[in-house]
């Protein structure tokens, strides 16, 4: 007698999860690369900073972990028991989700940081990091509740409102903290010259797209968990969308670098013309005070730059430390 054929597609459920786990993993290289890249190029950054970057990389590994043994029970030990998928949830994945809160905040965080180091007050700032900890919170009830979970249909009923919640604020958070920083570089670009300009347009276009990319995912993500509950493709972009955020960190801390570069190779067509009779004067040590004014000037730019990527919180600060 033939056994009965289960109906069942696995596409939308366990195909969509190892396609998300695939590009999370993906990304964790590309942010492992960039982590390296940073501590190469920018060993003079401050401890605190250095601090975070490693801290976002250890969740990256967690998540990297959880993922996997999320993947690899329900594909290996639940084969063939596609009905424990509406069961509980493997602990793993509970983790996942709390490590994936701990990034976001981590991230937008950081940028709130950068918002208050630009523009020197208080009021959008409190509000972007009163919304951090808001999913913060969120992503660490999803992890407690999740552990106390009797079967998935359940917990989502009664849960449900916690994810949309979730979203909706990181969403809203992204949005906040893109504007802000695009809205104070223009600010900043107003006061600069023609090549500052042009390095701050860079910026700002750095600074849409992350936030973009974010705020997209997020919002994809909901939709998904609203529309198609039943499968896994909102659980794949969640995971993928962890990615993003320390990926849009550490491309704005290694942007410096290209940055620093094109500015560099401009200087020599925007360098005023300058007195022969100057360029002969030199201080005791023999060294040209017009060197000693370029090598200033370049300084002053440098610590400008990190001031707009967020790697340190004001130039004035920075020039009082180290005197």
Not at 90 to 98: D, R
Not at 212 to 237: D, E, K, Q, R
Not at 277 to 298: D, H, K, P, Y
Request: charged share 15%; glycine share 4%.
């Amino acid at each position: 007698m033939e056994s009965p054929a289960i109906s069942f597609d696995p596409n939308p459920s366990i195909g969509a999860l190892q396609i998300g786990v695939l590009i999370s993993s993906i990304l964790f290289g590309l942010t492992t690369m960039q982590t390296y890249l940073y501590y190469t190029r920018f060993p003079e950054d401050p401890r605190k900073l250095k601090a975070l970057v490693v801290f976002v990389w250890s969740c990256e590994l967690a998540l990297v972990v959880c993922s996997a043994d999320t993947l690899y029970r329900y594909t290996i030990l639940d084969y063939g028991h596609p009905e424990r998928l509406l069961q509980r949830t493997p602990a793993s994945l509970e983790a996942a989700v709390f490590f994936c809160g701990i990034i976001a905040a981590s991230v937008q965080s950081f940028f709130s940081h950068r918002i208050y180091s630009l523009s020197k007050t208080l009021y959008i700032p409190l509000l972007t990091w009163t919304l951090s900890v808001l999913r913060l919170l969120a992503s660490t009830t999803a992890f407690v509740s999740g552990l106390l979970m009797v079967d998935f249909v359940s917990y989502e009923a009664q849960w449900g409102w916690l994810g949309i919640s979730l979203w909706s604020v990181s969403t809203a958070n992204d949005f906040i903290i893109a504007a802000t920083l695009v809205f104070l570089l223009i600010r900043q670009r107003r006061n600069a010259q023609k090549t500052t300009a042009a390095l701050v347009d860079r910026l700002i276009a750095w600074t849409i797209e992350t936030g973009t990319a974010t705020s997209a995912f997020g919002i994809a993500t909901l939709v998904c968990y609203l529309t198609m509950a039943g499968n896994f493709i909102w659980i794949a972009l969640f995971i993928t969308g962890a990615r993003l955020f320390s990926n849009s960190l550490l491309a704005s801390l290694n942007s410096r670098f290209a940055l620093r570069a094109l500015n560099e190779a401009s200087v020599p067509f925007s360098t005023p013309v300058i007195n022969v009779s100057t360029t002969r004067r030199s201080n005791a040590n023999g060294i040209s005070l017009t060197e000693m004014s370029r090598s200033t000037q370049w300084e002053d730019e440098r610590r400008q730059w990190d001031v707009l990527t967020g790697a340190i919180k004001d130039t004035s600060e920075t020039r009082a430390a180290q005197q």
